[in-house]
């Protein structure tokens, strides 16, 4: 799968029906790759961040530019 393709964002599966490591961005309306290991999200910035509506309550994000980490409480990224 290559950066930038469209692909139902209602499903999160690309065109063959295979789930995608991808996670729309509402924000930015289009599709973004991110770095994930479990529940632990990685970004090169805060604007590659997902929704926090859209990853499970508990989830982390790091902007490696900065080094911040949110967690999502399910409505809202907090800073931890």
């Given at each position: 799968?290559a ?11 690309d065109?063959?029906?295979v ?20 529940m ?10 997902p ?8 989830a ?11 967690m999502s409480?399910?409505?809202?990224w907090?800073v931890?």
């Amino acid at each position: 799968m290559a950066a930038g393709q469209q692909y139902n964002k209602h499903l999160n599966y690309d065109q063959s029906f295979v789930k995608t490591p991808a996670v729309y961005m509402s924000t930015l309306n289009e599709w973004v790759m991110l770095y994930a290991n479990g529940m632990e999200l990685f970004g090169a910035t805060v604007a590659t961040r997902p929704a926090a509506t859209d990853v499970p309550v508990g989830a982390t994000f790091m902007a490696v530019d900065s080094l911040e980490v949110w967690m999502s409480n399910g409505t809202d990224w907090k800073v931890i």
